[in-house]
Antibody, heavy 118, light 106 residues
Framework: EVHLLESGGGLVQPGGSLRLSCTGS????????MNWVRQAPGKGLEWVSG????????YYADSVRGRFTISRDNSRNTLFLQMNSLRAEDTAIYYC???????????WGQGTLVTVSS | DIQMTQSPSSLSASVGDRVAITCRASQTISTFLNWYQQKPGKAPKLLISAASTLHSGVPSRFSGSGSGTDFTLTISSLQAEDFATYFCQHMYNRPYTFGQGTKLEI
């Protein structure tokens, strides 16, 4: 059974940094691209970033490019999101999501809440 | 970026009803269109990929159709557990944008 577990969320001041982690199990982690998707309180879903299975290719939404860095450690089955220069509008639940076969996000973690506030 | 527009934003229905939710893309996306269901306090779950392919374990009362720019999610006979928010999403190119969501209420 596929399982994704995020951690690392919390309260941070504007301009601060936070690193999220997502550990996967139940599948060959290195064989799949992974993504971060966020959801502001009471709002819709926003794709934030993606990374290929090898980690060699990374992708970002314009809203986070230059501030966030996605990476992965396939030896530890773990996905990361380093978030710098955080803003109030980055406040959201951050989900990691696995790429499925054929262009979909087939499994999601339970999410971790990031709150940017002074 | 490709914009995804869902309608309606909210929908009131009853158990047993047949309902349809539509999603329109701002440019053609072939069939690179997915539907997700989200219940309060939970992560989204994949229902349908490639516009019409049911994800493993999803009941057959859910179906999807469409290609190009116009897509539809249909629930043939609503069950109590189907009351949730539904999102469409394209994966034609990055960024993978989502529709704003349709809240299905009793």
């Amino acid at each position: 059974e596929v399982h994704l577990l995020e951690s690392g969320g919390g309260l941070v001041q504007p301009g601060g940094s936070l690193r999220l982690s997502c550990t996967g199990s139940g599948f060959t982690f290195s064989g799949y691209a992974m993504n971060w998707v966020r959801q502001a309180p009471g709002k819709g879903l926003e794709w934030v970033s993606g990374i290929s299975g090898s980690g060699g290719n990374t992708y970002y939404a314009d809203s986070v490019r230059g501030r966030f860095t996605i990476s992965r450690d396939n030896s530890r089955n773990t996905l990361f999101l380093q978030m710098n220069s955080l803003r109030a509008e980055d406040t959201a639940i951050y989900y990691c999501a696995k790429d499925g076969l054929g262009y979909n996000l087939d499994y999601w973690g339970q999410g971790t809440l990031v709150t940017v506030s002074s | 970026d490709i914009q995804m527009t869902q309608s309606p934003s909210s929908l009131s229905a009853s158990v047993g009803d047949r309902v349809a939710i539509t999603c329109r893309a701002s440019q053609t996306i072939s069939t690179f269109l997915n539907w997700y269901q989200q219940k309060p306090g939970k992560a989204p779950k994949l229902l349908i990929s490639a516009a019409s392919t049911l994800h493993s374990g999803v009941p057959s009362r859910f179906s999807g159709s469409g290609s190009g720019t116009d897509f539809t999610l249909t629930i043939s006979s609503l069950q109590a557990e189907d009351f949730a928010t539904y999102f469409c999403q394209h994966m034609y190119n990055r960024p993978y944008t989502f529709g704003q969501g349709t809240k299905l209420e009793i």
